[in-house]
């Protein structure tokens, strides 16, 4: 139960770890992603969501490192966003809540988590979020999401897993970001994509550093 007590460390948390990244909350913002911290903690009580269980290691690892992921949407040229193997929703639903404008789809094959997003999604009241309840491999497949999306991320899933399946459902000038604890190797085979730019950054509180990787369609030179 978040006591009041845990409430004020985990928005001290949130607050000051987000500026340090260079990204500036509103209290609405706060306050969102303090019920989403909320509602992960009671529902990883009965179900799995997440391994990491620990406060600060939970605000800083899922919450303050998607918010970091906002550093390769700027400048944001169009609304839509796909997070592949979102899990309990990162980092695509604190990305749109410090983006509200982001036309989000979360797509994730458990049914325990997308429950648990959807249930999330009714009680922040988010608009233009979707869940799909499906694998990357079926989703690329399926007419509605050719050339649909501007961004597609994910935390989760290594590169073999995703890359073989971007090029169908990214639009011309879409872009991939891959969150990664280190650079990508150039000898890699990137399947028709083109490697643009890596952002390093460290997360807060001494917890490491992180790289964002951004691979675009080789076809928009």
Known sequence: ?????????????????????GVMLTDRQVTELFVYGR???????????????????????????????????VPIYDHSLLDIGTGA???????????????????????????????LIGTLHVRQAVVISKRIQDVCREPQHQGRFAYVVTRALGIVQVLPFIQPILGKRGRLILCRA?????????????????????LPY?????????LEPATSL
């Open 1 to 21: 139960m978040f006591h009041v007590e845990r409430a004020r460390r985990w928005t001290e948390l949130l607050t000051a770890g987000a500026s340090e990244l």
């Open 39 to 73: 509602e992960l903690n009671r529902w990883n009580e009965k179900i799995n969501l997440t391994a990491i269980r620990q406060d600060k290691e939970v605000a800083v690892k899922h919450f303050l490192d998607s918010l970091a992921c906002s550093k390769a949407l």
């Open 89 to 119: 929703g990162f980092p695509g639903l604190p990305l749109k809540i410090l983006h509200p404008e982001l036309d989000l789809t979360l797509l994730e094959p458990s049914l325990k988590k997308t429950a648990f997003l959807r249930h």
């Open 182 to 202: 280190k650079p990508l190797d150039d000898r890699m085979d990137l399947c028709g994509l083109r490697k643009t730019k890596e952002l390093t950054y460290d």
């Open 206 to 214: 001494g917890y490491g550093k992180r790289v964002l990787t951004i």
